[in-house]
């Protein structure tokens, strides 16, 4: 059990570092776009929504970037969930709190 919750912190470990600048970038572009549109200036911010989407000027990820930022965002959710439930502290009986 110690090397199975060793390997999940490790899993979680190498993707939180790498998933942070796309999961950050999609936030960001995202709300910025948002508050563009809202004011109705999204034409001057089209940029911004190519971001998002992952058209990064001549490297195009348009067609696989929202699922690897979903499949890391999934799997560091799932791996920090299990962690959470096998670090928790046992709680104690309720008989011996009253």
Known sequence: MRIYQARL???????APIMI?????????GSLYQIADMTDKAGDFDWL????????????LEA????????GLLT???TGIMLWFRTRPKSRNR???I
């Open 9 to 15: 912190r490790q899993l979680h470990r190498i993707f």
């Open 21 to 29: 600048l796309p999961i950050l970038l999609t936030l960001i572009t």
């Open 49 to 60: 929504l190519d971001w998002h989407k992952g058209e990064f000027g001549p490297l195009n």
């Open 64 to 71: 696989i970037y929202p699922f690897l930022n979903a499949l």
């Open 76 to 78: 560091l959710a799932i």
């Open 95 to 97: 008989s011996e709190e």
